[in-house]
């Protein structure tokens, strides 16, 4: 049996666990990733609290490694893709207002203290809803005692006594092991994710043996269920809401270990589900730059906004292409390459001709605001609002669709936009400086109606861009004023690139005729205390 044919090859040379071959050996495992840290056995030993001896024979025996409590500490220990030891993969231990298993459509079961539901809880709901089942389809007392789904039912098919059945429904007693797990979810049909188990559909080596046979040459896949696809949907939307209310960097750990993830079932998928996964991708590196970006880590922003890119055009998602190249367009902007800036945005907005109001609207607004920074004459500024009118008009329809790519376009991010667009157009030319200046001050009034208090990022921008208005029309008391609240929230949600802007407007107040009074100098001493 070739080891090439296994599912698992693209992780380590490990060899098939029983004649069965569904899972890697585990011991295998463990030796090829203690190995690959440059941990010894005795090191390893130690720390799990074993002798050497049951080391060397967990590892070349499997010896302990059916126990889902200490399958769990090597796959945290030894950095293990946990499907490799048979466990669910997922990230589902985060904490969350509701359990993951309650967002996902299972029962309401109560949390056990390994953060799945509680598993006794778990195999009682199973058992006796096959009962029913069996029940309702043959009547109550019609069929025989053999065939019943009670706890002695359930007993014989384990092959254990009543009396362990009734500890583990009670009192969770008797389930640590992996192989058992996987009997009662073959048996009740529980999804194995509410056991712990892995819930990937991995083929046998002997089925691959025989599609290599009859097709030669085929890859070997994995499918994936519905399940984890929603999983990562969620998971994808708690990292961008965390963005948009906070700052999102605490959550850059948890996208990258999401990342790692899915790298590492990309070439075990196939078509569709290939596909969607790489999609997945894209949307991480999109997510890790937009919290870069806020840091002005402009080298790790470029390497992560260039990879969003590179996987959403290797995807063939137009849609998905448009929004990496929208964002990496406001990177551009944000380190002041504006040329580079109304390349992406401009290949954007070829791309999304045909895409939903949510892409399609954020791409225009953008693409107005950036062009409106290279103006050179009237005609210029009028293709740079029309873009921005374009966008209006979608706002406005209601027709957006679902937001897949996290933009959250909207009447109020519309209004931030063509105020941006403004000013720019206000500092461009001396004859229409105060117009600008003034309807974009009116814009953010409508922006702030329509923008909701959770977005705290867009509401810290309103002040910032009231502020920079209020200085274009030589009104320094307001703009000075809208500057220290605009601090204040960047502060809290450490939004370095709009400190940075807040530091410029600084500059410029304190080269002008305001430059002594008491709230520029305080501007400037709470600037001065975030280098402290």
């Known amino acids: 049996m070739s080891m090439v044919q296994c599912w ?9 666990k029983g004649a069965k071959g569904q899972y890697p050996s585990p011991g295998a495992v463990v030796i090829y990733y203690r190995q690959r840290l440059g941990m010894t056995r005795q090191m390893l030993a130690q720390t799990l609290g074993m002798s050497i001896s049951m080391a060397c024979r967990m590892e070349k025996e499997s010896i302990g490694l059916d126990s889902i409590t200490r399958c769990r500490k090597l796959v945290s220990l030894l950095d293990i893709p946990a499907f490799l030891l048979s466990l669910d993969s997922l990230a589902h ?8 298993w309650l967002e996902e459509g299972y029962p309401a079961f109560d949390k056990g203290d390994d953060g799945y539901p509680l598993i006794g809880q ?14 309702q389809k043959k009547g109550k007392d019609t069929y025989p005692e053999e065939e019943k789904w009670t706890q002695h039912g359930l007993a014989m098919a384990l092959g254990v006594s009543e009396f362990t059945v009734r500890k583990m429904e009670n009192y969770q007693k008797g389930l640590d092991s992996i192989t058992r797990r996987q009997a009662l979810s073959f048996f009740l049909n529980i999804p194995p994710v509410l056991l712990g188990l892995d819930m990937l559909d991995h083929t046998t080596v002997v089925e691959q043996e025989q599609r290599v046979t009859i097709h030669r040459a085929k890859p070997k896949t ?4 519905t399940d984890v696809f929603r999983k990562y949907h969620r998971i994808q939307e708690e990292l961008w809401t965390e963005h948009f209310t906070y700052h999102g960097q605490g959550a850059v750990n948890k996208a990258q270990r999401e990342l790692k993830y899915l790298q590492e079932v990309t070439s075990l998928t196939r078509g569709r589900q290939q596909q969607k996964i790489i999609e997945m991708q894209s949307l991480c590196y999109q997510f890790i730059a937009a919290v870069a970006l806020e840091k002005r880590a402009f080298d790790t922003l470029f390497t992560h906004e260039n990879r969003a890119v590179a996987y959403a055009k290797g995807a063939a998602n137009n849609e998905l292409i448009a929004s990496a190249l929208l964002r990496r367009a406001m990177a551009y902007y944000g380190r002041g390459k504006i040329r580079a800036a109304i390349g992406d945005i401009d290949e954007a907005m070829m791309v999304s ?22 103006i050179q004459s009237n005609a210029d500024i009028t293709s740079a609002l029309n873009l921005l009118d374009q966008a209006e008009a979608i706002a406005r329809s209601g027709n957006l669709g679902e937001d897949e790519y996290f933009l959250r376009f909207n009447v109020g991010m519309y209004h931030i936009r063509r105020a941006i667009a403004l000013i720019a157009v206000g500092h461009s030319t001396e004859k229409l400086r105060k117009g600008p200046f003034t309807e974009a001050l009116y814009q953010l009034e409508l922006a702030e109606r329509n923008t909701g208090q959770e977005m705290t990022r867009r509401h810290g921008m309103i002040n910032l861009f009231r502020a920079q208005a ?6 320094y008391g307001f703009a000075v004023k809208e500057a220290l609240l605009a601090l204040d929230v960047f502060k809290e949600i450490h939004s370095d690139i709009n400190i940075g802007y807040i530091t410029e407007l600084y500059y410029k107040l304190g080269a002008s005729s305001y430059k002594n009074a008491p709230l520029v100098l305080r501007l400037g001493w709470e600037l001065s205390k975030l280098g402290e």
């Open 353 to 374: 001709k045909d895409a939903s109001g949510q892409v399609r609207g954020t791409v225009l607004q953008n693409a107005g605001m950036i062009h409106a920074h290279m």
């Open 93 to 100: 231990l985060e904490e969350k207002q509701r359990p993951w």
């Open 122 to 135: 778990v195999l009682k709901y199973y058992r006796e809803r096959k009962l029913q089942q069996l029940q």
């Open 8 to 16: 698992w090859h693209s992780f380590g040379p490990f060899p098939p």
């Open 470 to 475: 209020h200085y274009g029309l030589g009104e």
């Open 222 to 225: 994995l499918v994936l269920e």
